[in-house]
Nanobody, 126 residues
Framework: QVQLVESGGGLVQAGGSLRLSCAAN????????MTWFRQAPGKDREFAAS????????YYADSVKGRFTISRDNAKSTVYLQMNSLKPEDTAIYYC???????????????????WGQGTQVTVSS
């Protein structure tokens, strides 16, 4: 079992930065992908960024590419999402998720994940 705990959300002005953290507890050896999703009010949950736990390969949604950076610290079992040049449309609840299976087709699909954190609110004011 893997438990995920997010932190680092908050209120920031457009153009500002935030760093989210996701600490994984439990059987972290079972993790293949660690991924950030986000869900804005009235919208579906969408993929933001993913990292392969073992080798650090990263994947980004087009909407965040060049502005967000996902990274991991294996020693701390923690994944980070550095968010720069934030826009009001980045406002959402950000969720950390873990999956234990490799899939080039499914890593961006929230249905692929069986472990989720509680979410952390990010609000970007204009």
């Amino acid at each position: 079992q893997v438990q995920l705990v997010e932190s680092g959300g908050g209120l920031v002005q457009a153009g500002g930065s935030l760093r989210l953290s996701c600490a994984a507890n439990g059987r972290t050896s079972s993790i293949y992908y660690m991924t950030w999703f986000r869900q804005a009010p009235g919208k579906d949950r969408e993929f933001a960024a993913s990292i392969v736990w073992s080798d650090g390969n990263t994947y980004y949604a087009d909407s965040v590419k060049g502005r967000f950076t996902i990274s991991r610290d294996n020693a701390k079992s923690t994944v980070y999402l550095q968010m720069n040049s934030l826009k009001p449309e980045d406002t959402a609840i950000y969720y950390c998720a873990a999956a234990g299976i490799k899939s080039a087709d499914a890593y961006a699909d929230n249905r692929f994940y069986d472990r989720w954190g509680q979410g952390t609110q990010v609000t970007v004011s204009s």
